[in-house]
């Protein structure tokens, strides 16, 4: 599978802070980015999407994707004791189609 | 948002024997099913795509004879893990896309089972 590579954290950010998250890739061809949030013993549910470069806000995430640098990043504003979390990045290839995940980023917001 | 149900959530066995689990789509039919484990602080890695209809496309390195996939209708596909060993233990996660349309990789995912071996 793709590599994409996370930041296994923890990041611990206050409550009422900006949590900010990195994600790389090594498929040059990947086309569709996502993030999921996945709570512990949960599985994982679909925050954000994202296909083409710039931003792209929804509520108080906001995804970051930059092509030419393999890099998408996703912004949680004003984080909330409920947006602890692990955070996975994953990376779809127009190629295969096939969702190729990050190890996912631990978040904890301290109330 | 649509709803994938797998069951069981949570499963004992003794190392030798099988165990199946299911993934069903409730609101949607899902042309294509895929078979995620992930273990303690790991990614999750895809191990089969499931296909309505016609055999399942294993990853490498995922043993199609010991992880049996069944995909007979557009609403359920099934995971058999035989003959199951201490290994094996992990937590197992189905999903699926909507059938209509491209697929965008927008995956909605059951709620996963846990697999322990003893």
């Known amino acids: 599978q793709k590599e994409v590579e996370q930041n296994s954290g923890p990041l611990s950010v206050p409550e009422g802070a900006i949590a900010s998250l990195n994600c790389t890739y090594s498929d040059r061809v990947s086309q569709s980015f996502f993030w999921y949030r996945q709570y512990s013993g949960k599985s994982p549910e679909l925050i954000m999407s994202i296909y083409s470069n710039g931003d792209k806000e929804d509520g108080r995430f906001t995804a970051q994707l930059n092509k030419a640098s393999q890099y998408v990043s996703l912004l949680i504003r004003d984080s909330q004791p409920s947006d602890s979390a692990t955070y996975l990045c994953?990376?779809?290839?127009?190629?295969?189609?096939?969702?190729?995940f990050g190890a996912g980023t631990t978040v904890t917001v301290r109330a | 948002g649509a709803v994938v149900s797998q069951h069981p959530s949570r499963v004992i066995c003794k190392s030798g024997t099988s165990v199946k689990i299911e993934c069903r789509s409730l609101?949607?039919?899902?042309?294509?099913m895929f078979w995620y484990r992930q273990f303690p602080k790991q990614s999750l890695m895809l191990m089969a795509t499931?296909?309505?209809?016609?055999?399942?496309?294993?990853e490498q390195g995922v043993e199609k004879d010991k992880f049996l996939i069944n995909h007979a209708s557009l609403t359920l596909s099934t995971l058999t893990v035989t003959s199951a060993h201490p290994e094996d233990s992990s937590f197992y996660i189905c999903?699926?896309?909507?059938?209509?349309?491209?697929?965008?990789?927008?995956?909605?995912f059951g709620e996963g089972s846990r697999l322990t071996v003893l």
């Open positions: 994953a990376v779809m290839s127009s190629n295969d189609y096939k969702l190729s």
């Open positions: 499931s296909n309505e209809g016609s055999k399942a496309t294993y």
């Open positions: 999903s699926a896309s909507r059938t209509s349309g491209r697929f965008t990789g927008e995956l909605f």
């Open positions: 609101d949607f039919q899902a042309t294509t």
